[in-house]
């Protein structure tokens, strides 16, 4: 598998890249061009410069800080990010992920410092010698991203634009537009109008509203996303309509709703504001959530998917069971319905994701409040909780999931169950209102792991299941996890020899997941059944 790595890119695995305008690696590193004065990403149909005029650089802020203005046919701020940003775990990929999440534009770089645990001075140097740019010049590329999305897709005026990418006055942001992309926001705008397609408008983004395209690389296993959203809804705060997620989560600012349906070259995000300033982060967030940054042709390399396996994205959606469909009993027994072929070559699904979260307490939290209970019981408890703690909000959900101040005062009035996992539940609420846990992405894996193992009620699989979900670590491996090993039995993959895998065991086990879910649908019904008999219980818990 080629790998751009960000130190050292390889001039040759680069040019290769853009010669064949191969776009799997888009926003892994961007083509600045000597004779033009512009970069472009690597998929750019324009003419392919000469070897001897281009040079390679790993982020748009470090060709923008060596003076090259954005290309304007090809928009290279509008790829999807990075995957090397997940897939490393160094200073610079953590602080990547914390400045995507809008830390310096509500704290500056010494928050972002602070937050990573090193001085101001040891920082820029360290991503300035990996990406080529230090802090600031590496918000300020986030910053005209947004500006450029706000500027093409709405009719908000330009004061309010300029307030809600972060900067700190209207002749900042003029000037960074001019100079990112040579030309003032006004004719940046004119331009979007003149090339806007089949006659639509641009849409007026009133209080707050506004839609955007959220891009992704190619394959993406939209069935399931689709029924890992819809599966774990939660009355009160989520919907599932229309094949669209709506939801509620916090922000920065305040709060915002988005509803997320899957079209298909992008996701479209319908999202509803309380700040615009949020919007940088929110997007950010909703990216994680579904892991749209993944790089999805080099992971189905490295776990032998094949070209023929792409029939099982087609009904990837109708093979998985009902919310709270019971398993079955003998997942042996389902092998014909996946296939003999499956032991010599498992049937995985092109472009599966590894969802990750919104918001590092709730996923801690609902993650605890579903230990030992099937999804649709951890949904009904949740909605509990949501309903009588939550923030009451408008629109089309009532509610924002509790905060861990409101479940550790009063979390004990509302929850049931053991007593033991409610008291586990509101010590790690605790702990998150106190400041004495923190859940954010600038963390190590290794850190988080150990803070959460000293959580009571918290043991090995949910360490790993919140960190990878928070840190969208893709070398998790959930081998204790009871679906897991259903999955292992139909598609026979031996746990105790995964590491041909890394560092993709994260995508391993949701395919696992998903076989197994899959095959439990397709169990047929026993012979003979004179009384109904419950499903037998997992360790765990999707």
């Given at each position: ?336 319905a996946i296939g003999r072929r499956a032991r010599a070559h498992p049937p995985f699904t092109p472009g599966i994701r590894v969802p990750g979260s919104i918001d590092g307490p709730e996923l801690l939290l609902r993650t605890m409040i579903g230990q030992q209970i099937s999804v649709s019981a951890a949904a ?163």
């Amino acid at each position: 598998m080629d790998w751009v790595t960000i130190t050292a890119l390889d001039f040759e695995r680069c040019y290769r890249a853009v010669s064949t305008r191969d776009s799997r690696f888009d926003g892994q590193f961007f083509t600045a061009v000597r004779t033009t004065g512009i970069y472009c990403r690597p998929s750019c149909p324009a003419i392919t410069p000469k070897p001897s005029n281009v040079t390679f650089v790993p982020t748009a802020a470090a060709a923008q800080q060596a003076g090259y203005r954005a290309c304007r046919r090809c928009l290279p701020d509008a790829a999807p990010g990075s995957p090397l940003w997940n897939t490393r775990a160094d200073l610079a990929a953590r602080a990547m992920r914390l400045i995507g999440d809008g830390v310096i534009e509500r704290g500056g770089v010494p928050a972002l410092a602070a937050t990573l645990g090193y001085s101001q001075r040891q920082l820029t140097r360290v991503l300035t010698t990996e990406l080529g740019a230090g802090p600031l010049a590496l918000a300020r590329a986030h910053r005209a991203h947004t500006a450029r999305l706000l500027i093409q897709t709405t009719n908000m005026p330009m004061s309010d634009i300029a307030f809600a990418a972060g900067f700190a006055s209207i002749r900042q942001f003029n000037d960074t537009v001019r100079e990112v992309f040579a030309v003032s926001p006004t004719t940046m705008r004119t331009e979007a109008q003149r090339m806007t397609r089949s006659g639509s408008r641009l849409v007026p983004a009133t209080n707050g509203s506004l839609t955007l395209r959220l891009p992704f690389r190619e394959p993406l296993d939209r069935g399931w996303l689709e029924w890992f959203l819809s599966s774990h809804v939660v009355a009160g705060m989520e919907l599932w309509e229309d094949r669209a997620y709506v939801r509620s989560l916090r922000t920065p600012h305040g709060h915002a709703t988005t509803r997320l349906s899957f079209q298909r070259d992008h996701v479209r995000a319908e999202l509803s504001l309380h700040d615009m300033r949020d919007l940088a982060p929110t997007v950010a967030r909703l990216r994680h959530l579904l892991d749209l940054d993944a790089d999805p042709v080099g992971i189905d390399e490295a776990l032998g998917v094949g070209p023929a396996d792409t029939d099982v994205v087609e009904t990837s959606g109708r093979d998985l069971p009902d919310v709270g469909a019971a398993p079955a009993e003998h997942p042996a027994n389902v092998g014909a319905a996946i296939g003999r072929r499956a032991r010599a070559h498992p049937p995985f699904t092109p472009g599966i994701r590894v969802p990750g979260s919104i918001d590092g307490p709730e996923l801690l939290l609902r993650t605890m409040i579903g230990q030992q209970i099937s999804v649709s019981a951890a949904a009904t408890h949740t909605a509990r909780l949501v309903e009588a703690l939550g923030e009451s909000i408008d629109g089309p959900v009532a509610r924002l999931f509790p905060t861990p101040a409101a479940i550790a005062e009063r979390g004990a009035e509302v929850l049931t169950g053991p007593a033991r996992r409610i008291r586990s539940i509101i010590g790690a609420a605790s702990a998150l209102a106190s400041g004495d846990l923190l859940l954010h992405q600038g963390r190590t894996a290794t850190d988080l792991r150990r803070d959460l193992l000293a959580l009571d009620g918290v043991g090995p699989w949910t360490a790993d299941y919140v960190t990878m979900r928070l840190l969208a670590d893709p070398d998790v491996l959930l081998d204790t996890d009871l679906v897991v090993r259903q999955g292992t039995t139909l598609l026979g993959v031996d746990l105790t020899d995964t590491a041909r895998w890394a560092p993709w065991r994260s995508y391993l086990s949701m395919h696992l997941w998903k076989a197994a879910l899959a095959g439990r649908k397709a169990a047929p019904p026993k012979a003979s059944a004179t009384k109904s008999v419950a499903a037998p219980k997992a360790k765990t818990r999707l």
